[in-house]
């Protein structure tokens, strides 16, 4: 009888004793012994950042698709079904292809420690060597120098997105230390787009770019983007770009717009490219509107969202975000991990929500206790409660309010426990 791919997923999870453990030994040795699939795939886009890596990569990728390119895309981590993090020229993994492959890395193991993100990024180069496509866009799973993605020895373009705060504990604890670990990416002689960067972290970056001598494609250097009359201005030495807002709700996604169109650019596309980026993207949980499936449907007149953003930089854009939406009642359902700073991510979302609804992440065990996430939420000025569920938080918001606006926020954890109980 065979076995499905969570068996062998849980069976990759107990080959190394933590989640995290940034070396490149273990990727190496498991790639020469699959035969070195790293070498075999269409041409490299590789991208790292704090914030806004997903949403660039799906309009990134929208863009090419759009010019009627076919592209691979590796992204993490998974919200509802780990085939999300694998695409193959378009499509997502199918269960039949995503178990082959990850039963012929395990055996290519041979039972060696190795962590599960090792393994199954390993699986993902395997699948998409082996699969025709024009593009490969690889997202890093965490910081860049040392991430298991970072194996592929000329890729065709690199980008780094926002900088901020965050795992201070893998990758340092000052913006320098973890620009430092992101701009480890960077390739000699290969061209990077950066975009809107603190300054300490782009000091960082182009020390870097220019010890490799590889060139900056830089916002506010060498692009622009903004929001002018309902529209997005796109603007750099080739000429001015005039499209629709981007699909994908939020000020902060122009400039994640931006990257995406200085990389189309970079790659030589053209306007149906462009035009494809700014409104055929779509990344669940990213400021994503419900409006269909089973929790909406057990509250029918709220207007009810999910974010997945977890950082200082995610609650500012949050926070941003709703400020210009209609008004209406705003109330918040978080949930979050104890390895995140949720203070800084709480703090400046209090202005814009009514009450804070505390709850635990299922399944979790890093999960913040919901009584100690509601102490800091009140600590920064928000009214607080504590529900069990996401599920008896709604009904207990809307009991009271049944027309309430409702950001379930906090954790990508938490939004893809949400999305499974949606369907």
């Not at 190795?114 to 082996?130: G, N, P």
């Not at 494809?276 to 007149?301: D, H, I, T």
Request: proline share 6%; with cysteine.
């Amino acid at each position: 009888m065979s076995v499905g791919s969570d068996v062998i997923l849980d069976r990759m999870m107990a080959l190394h004793p933590k989640v995290i453990d940034l070396v490149l030994d273990r990727v190496w040795r498991l790639l020469e012994a699959l035969d070195r699939p790293e070498k075999k795939l269409p041409p490299v886009i590789h991208l790292a950042g704090t914030n806004g890596k997903g949403s660039t990569q799906a309009m990134l990728r929208a863009g090419l698709e759009g010019a009627g390119k076919t592209v691979h895309a590796y992204t993490s981590p998974h919200l509802a079904r780990f085939h999300e993090r694998i695409r193959l020229a378009g499509e997502l993994i199918t269960e039949e292809h995503l178990t082959a492959i990850l039963d012929e890395c395990y055996a290519a193991n041979g039972g060696k420690v190795i962590t599960y993100f090792e393994i199954t990024t390993c699986a993902a180069m395997l699948a998409m060597a082996r699969t025709p496509a024009d593009f490969t866009l690889l997202e890093t799973g965490l910081g860049g120098r040392l991430d298991a993605t970072n194996v592929v020895e000329k890729p065709a373009l690199t980008i780094l997105t926002p900088i901020s705060m965050d795992h201070e504990q893998f990758l340092g604890n000052t913006l320098a230390k973890i620009a430092g670990e992101k701009a480890g990416i960077l390739k000699r002689g290969v061209p990077c787009v950066v975009g809107p960067q603190p300054e300490e972290a782009m000091d960082v970056i182009e020390a870097r770019a220019e010890a490799l001598g590889a060139p900056l494609i830089a916002h506010g250097q060498h692009w622009h983007a903004y929001e002018e009359r309902g529209r997005l201005v796109y603007q750099d030495e080739t000429g001015l770009l005039d499209l629709p807002l981007p699909n994908l709700p939020g000020a902060h996604q122009i400039e994640n717009a931006g990257a995406a169109l200085a990389a189309l650019r970079a790659l030589n596309c053209g306007e149906t490219a462009f035009e494809a980026a700014v409104s055929e993207a779509f990344w669940p949980a990213r400021m994503q509107r419900l409006k269909e499936g089973a929790l909406c449907e057990s509250v029918p007149q709220a207007e009810l969202w999910l974010d997945g953003g977890h950082n200082p930089a995610a609650g500012e854009a949050l926070a941003a975000h709703l400020a210009r939406l209609p008004a209406r009642p705003t109330h918040l359902i978080c949930g979050m991990l104890n390895t995140k700073d949720a203070s800084g991510f709480l703090k400046p979302l209090a202005k814009q929500a009514q009450s804070l609804t505390a709850v635990p992440i299922p399944g979790e065990a890093n999960t913040l206790p919901a009584v100690d996430l509601a102490s800091m939420a009140q600590n920064n000025g928000h009214t607080t409660a504590i529900s069990e569920t996401v599920t008896e938080a709604l009904h207990t918001i809307t009991e009271k309010d049944p027309q309430a606006r409702i950001l379930i926020c906090g954790s990508l954890y938490l939004a893809g426990h949400v999305l499974r109980e949606n369907t």
